[in-house]
């Protein structure tokens, strides 16, 4: 069967993991956009074919950043195609949320296959490590970073920023991951009828299988294999942080990472002289989001937003789960790796089938917004590997709110990259209304105990339902 010169297709990726380096000062160690320059760089060189990369990055029309957290730019792709000595036409940055690399994936693979683009590059970073360690050095050094005038032009949006919770969940503490995503994981185990320790056990099991893909991955942040009972004892290094996840259950946002990848048209791709075995191609995306803000969701223990996504992008796709050979679920929490896996009706404890490529966030790092550009970058190396097989890629954004999903391949999709967006079907199921000034006797949804840094409780947040 002939391609369709218009399919998108991947064609190089690129990580980069600035490790700690105590035999240089902090303020030596590079920005988050030098560190984007970087991985373009190496993706580049993925595409081979003799120069095939530097090609493409000259030709590229779009420049498509995952927005920071870790420095302010008013326009990252500018600083990056200053560095690679490349002028897209379009600069683009992207709103907050960890689901952006698949979502904007989604959106390049629509515009190519439309025609309105030719070669787009996608790359995100963040210097967190670097940030935290300067502000902790008692000399208090200035990081040399770029500082861009007020004069600088504004990117290209792509989504839409929106604050995460109401007024009143602001007010009640869930200011911040940490102290949400624990709401989750005890409604996980009311959900089960599990008792603490039983799902204490059950959780870090999960997590001591992504450690050890971790300790397979060159880029990990922290490649070393942990116990499960390691993983949920609480002590001096693993302390307790709200309850029931210690340090090690949450998310590693302190690290110095980069990723990016190539996409382009078959078309492109040919003209520039990428051979075809570094070809893996988007089938399918699909993007919801949830009923927005905490309080308005039906219960704190499922995702709808992801189950219909999910199950869109395979049916467009044309497999169903049990064909998936690879996966890589967001994992910022062991709560929204449970969740996933139930809506696709995964399980969490196939030794044949983990459900991460990377290891996760806690473990392969995580970077900001910009994990999931690594899963992808992971997943076509693995796809690569093992032509012919599919994998499965999620994001999720804000408080497993914004979800993505993609499927990919080294199989081209016989009718071109499709795409379904479900949220019509989301927004008409059951919502509840908050009830911030009630009084009187209710039930116990879910909990959380914060605890502060020396490990000692300071705060309970507490979810109720009124009937």
């Known amino acids: 069967m002939a391609l369709d010169p218009r399919t998108p297709v991947l064609v190089g990726v690129g990580q980069v993991t600035e490790r700690p380096d105590g035999s240089r000062p902090v303020t030596e160690r590079v920005e988050p956009v030098e560190l984007m320059a970087r991985a373009l760089l190496v993706a580049a060189a993925d595409c081979a074919g003799g120069g095939a990369g530097d090609r493409l990055l000259a030709r590229a029309r779009s420049l498509r950043i995952m927005v920071p957290l870790s420095w302010r730019y008013i326009n990252p792709g500018l600083l990056v195609a200053e560095r690679l000595g490349v002028s897209p036409a379009e600069l683009a940055l992207t709103a907050i949320g960890g689901n952006n690399p698949q979502t904007v994936v989604s959106l390049t693979a ?4 439309a025609g309105d683009l030719d070669v787009a590059l996608l790359a995100g970073a963040e210097s967190t490590y670097t940030r935290i360690a300067a502000r902790r050095d ?12 007020p004069e600088t032009p504004e ?16 007010a009640c503490g869930l200011d911040r991951p940490i102290h949400v995503y624990p709401l989750f994981e005890n409604a996980l185990r009311a959900a089960a009828g599990e008792g603490i320790d039983e799902h204490q056990t059950k959780v870090s099991e999960m997590w001591a299988r992504f450690s050890e893909v971790a300790a397979g991955n060159p880029y990990a942040w922290s490649p070393g294999a942990r116990t499960a009972e390691e993983l949920r004892t609480v002590g001096p290094s693993n302390r307790m942080v709200s309850f029931p996840y210690p340090k090690f259950f949450n998310a590693n946002d302190r690290v110095d990472q980069g990723a990016a990848l190539i996409l382009c048209s078959v078309e492109a791709a040919r003209a520039a002289g990428v051979p075809e075995d570094r070809w893996v191609f988007p089938l399918s995306g699909a993007d919801a989001h949830d009923h927005w803000f905490l309080s308005h969701r039906d219960d704190l223990h499922s995702s709808p937003a992801i189950r219909l996504a999910g199950a869109a992008a395979l049916r467009l796709a044309g497999v169903a789960i049990d064909e998936i050979a690879h996966i890589d679920l967001y994992s910022c929490f062991p709560c929204a790796v449970q969740i996933a896996a139930h809506e696709f009706g995964l399980p969490i404890d196939d030794p044949d089938r983990p459900l991460t490529v990377t290891g996760g966030l806690g473990f392969a790092g995580g970077p900001g917004n910009n994990y999931v550009s690594h899963s992808i970058a992971t997943m076509a190396d693995r796809l690569r590997g093992d032509p012919g097989s599919f994998g499965l890629v999620t ?17 081209p999709p016989p009718t071109g990259f499709a795409f379904h967006c479900p949220q019509d079907e989301v927004d008409a199921l059951p919502q ?7 009084e009187g006797d209710a039930t116990v949804e879910t909990y959380t105990v914060i605890h502060g840094p020396d490990g000692g409780p300071e705060r309970a ?7």
């Open 138 to 149: 008692p000399e208090r050094p200035i990081l040399p970073w770029t500082v861009q005038s």
């Open 461 to 467: 947040i507490v979810a109720l339902l009124t009937r």
């Open 432 to 438: 509840r209304a908050p009830a911030s000034e009630f």
């Open 155 to 170: 990117p290209v949006r792509l989504g839409v920023d929106r604050p995460a919770v109401t007024e009143v969940e602001l």
């Open 395 to 411: 994001g999720l954004g804000w408080y497993v709110t914004k979800h993505a999903a993609g499927v990919w391949s080294t199989t």
């Open 110 to 113: 629509r515009a190519i296959a």
